[in-house]
């Protein structure tokens, strides 16, 4: 794991080592290691070293191919690179070290750009061929690894976080890219290719760049739009199809397990993460590692679960209890880690658990994905249960929201909000909004020049194969939220400690198994992720299993009306927050009020604003 930096001039100078070093000096978090600079004519790169693989120095970067036409700086882990420098062989003839990264050079030598279809992984990398005076670059198919890149008149740079990109080229408008903001103020977060500087993209999940002659072509490598449900498998044998997951999923945390330094695993209790401690305790000869975070407020500490399973296990397991209101002390760290406004205030217990595990390990893995793959969210339920509903005459359907909306259960507020919308994927939209039902706090002009997070979704899925609703909804969230909420909250709160998390069931074989999975396997009998919750039962009693899903719990409807609420009022009401930003500034200190008054809770999408006024006040 390691932080990554970039630039290729467009004027033929050469980049200076100052520069590459203050981008570097950026990224020292994701790499506390070691540092390496490389340039040659106009293209400079930057790497900070976060040791996993590998630990000499013939594991450094930026590195050469064995034949020396090749340069590269490369983020993260392609797991299955032992079998694939079984096909390759250096042009050397021999190999320098033990290192993923020499692989990717040599696999890029052999194949070009195709190599990336091979890697079964998490990365961001960039490949400098000299001969040809042309820039490769990639990102894992679902994009556990940041890739930023802006490309004008100056020249191009990349690097693993946008400030690093304005440390290389500080002349970039720190202008506000408005479709994203308008979709990080309707859905929590900045879809890729954009980001929240408008000169600064995304290279989206499994996308390659490339850049010759100044010009830049992306091509998509991995589609996960087009994979096609198998319906014959809603008749297999359950024995047979849980056999074959089993077997899958051993594969996935087998590979994530190799690791020239100690590993563990994050440990909620949960039934994704409790499956990967599962099958890591099977593969190891010695007691895994274990971590949790436990709260000392029962309404948000699940801890006790983690504790029973990791008894169940015999894992070596660790947690730390605190007050909730202890997270609040992370604010700091988090403003200094994460380079764009984060709505999603559970980055703030994985910085936590992060901050644990770092004090014992340097590789953790986690239960990410599952939700996903395997329809773990309580939306996807409200979808499952709104298809024969919308058969409904619209005014005996409008009836029927009217009535749910009475009852003070959320679930059932969101199913009334749900039926309100013209169809299933507008239903969906609504349900995964920060903003519901809420006035826009865009101007109308900005509004005017966006599309919605509803109109985002019906774009995406126009391409989709024929899908349940519910499976529609898992698959936006694999291509929105996932990426660009849930892995990048683990990214930045794990490498905010210097700790490198994987995730094993984002696995390609997985991925592409738990979409080719019909519903049925995922939802059956008022139970969720049902095909999970029947492998885990091989491994820890049923108690343990069968229980709600809790998560990451942080009282931030509490902390806005406590410790924070003056806060919140001094940054709404402060003018020079809204500097450049095109905000309903009045709307937006109403709904703060409101929210404040106890009349209603207003917390998503007032936090989401918040996070955004405070990042636009310190950048401008």
């Known amino acids: ?178 479709q ?106 010695q007691p895994i590692h274990s971590f949790t975070i436990g709260f000392e407020e029962p309404e948000y500490d699940e801890s006790r679960w983690a504790a029973r399973v990791a008894a169940q296990l015999g894992a070596k397991h660790r947690s730390a209890s605190l007050k909730v209101d202890a997270l609040l002390s992370l604010l700091p760290r988090f403003r200094e880690e994460f380079d764009e406004p984060f709505f999603d205030y559970s980055a703030f217990p994985v910085m936590s658990v992060s901050s644990l595990a770092s004090e014992h390990v340097k590789v953790a893995l986690s239960g990410d994905g599952g939700d996903e793959l395997f329809g773990g969210y309580h939306y996807y339920e409200i979808l499952a249960r709104l298809g024969p509903l919308y058969r409904l005459p619209g005014a005996l359907r409008r009836g029927v929201a009217g009535a749910a909306s009475l009852l003070r259960d959320h679930r059932a507020r969101l199913l009334a909000g749900a039926l309100r919308q013209p169809g299933a994927d507008a239903a969906f939209a609504f349900v995964r909004s920060i903003a519901k039902d809420f006035p826009p706090v865009l101007q109308q002009d900005a509004l005017a020049a966006t599309k919605s997070l509803r109109d985002l979704f019906a774009e995406t899925a126009a391409d989709f194969p024929p899908l349940a ?55 059956r009998g008022g139970e969720n992720k049902y095909l999970l919750r029947r492998l885990l039962e091989r491994y820890v009693p049923r108690e343990l299993v069968e229980r709600p899903k809790q998560g990451f719990g942080v009282p931030v409807d509490r902390w806005l009306r406590g410790p924070l609420r003056q806060w919140a009022r001094e940054r709404c009401n402060d003018a020079a927050s809204y500097r450049g930003l095109p905000l309903e500034r009045t709307r937006i200190v109403e709904l703060l009020e409101l929210h404040l008054s106890g009349r209603r809770d207003v917390h998503p999408l007032l936090w989401a604003v918040l996070m955004l006024l405070d990042f636009n006040a310190r950048i401008c």
């Open 180 to 285: 994203g903001l308008r979709t990080y103020l309707e859905g929590g977060y900045f879809p890729a290719p954009h980001s929240f500087f408008r000169e600064i993209r995304k290279l989206p999940p499994g996308h390659s760049l490339l850049l010759e002659r100044g010009a830049i072509s992306l091509s998509r490598y991995f589609d996960l739009r087009r994979i096609a449900v198998e319906r014959s498998w809603v008749e297999r044998d359950e024995a047979d199809l849980l056999d074959e997951l089993e077997e899958i999923v051993r594969r996935a945390v087998v590979s994530r397990m190799v690791s020239d330094v100690p590993l563990g695993v994050f440990l909620s209790g949960g039934i994704d993460s409790s499956l990967v401690a599962a099958q890591m305790a099977r593969a190891s000869s």
């Open 1 to 178: 794991m390691c932080g990554i930096a970039g630039l290729l001039r467009s004027d033929s100078r050469a980049p200076t080592r100052e520069a590459l070093e203050a981008a570097a000096e950026l990224l020292r978090r994701r790499g506390p290691d070691s540092s390496g600079v490389w340039i040659e004519g106009a293209i400079g790169f930057a790497h900070r070293r976060l040791a996993i693989i590998d630990l000499s120095p013939t594991g450094a970067q930026p590195m050469l191919s064995s034949d020396g036409r090749h340069a590269i700086v490369y983020n993260g882990e392609v797991y299955n690179f032992r079998e694939l420098r079984d096909e390759l062989e250096p042009r050397t003839g021999r190999w320098r070290g033990g290192s993923d990264t020499e692989v990717i050079l040599e696999a890029y030598a052999r194949w070009g750009p195709a190599c990336v279809e091979r890697f079964d992984g998490m990365f961001a990398f960039a490949i400098w061929d000299r001969e040809r005076e042309r820039l490769f670059a990639a990102r894992d198919r679902l994009g556990v690894k940041p890739f930023y890149y802006a490309h004008g008149p100056q020249g191009f740079a990349f690097a693993s976080r946008p400030r690093a990109i304005l440390a290389l080229q500080p002349e970039l408008s720190r202008e506000v890219d408005l």
């Open 469 to 523: 609703p519910t499976e529609r909804g898992m698959r936006l969230d694999a291509l929105f939220t996932l990426p660009d909420d849930y892995l990048q909250k683990v990214d930045l709160g794990s490498m905010s400690y210097s700790i490198e998390a994987r995730d094993p069931l984002l696995a390609k074989d997985l991925v592409e198994w738990a979409f080719r999975l019909p519903v049925e396997w995922k939802l």
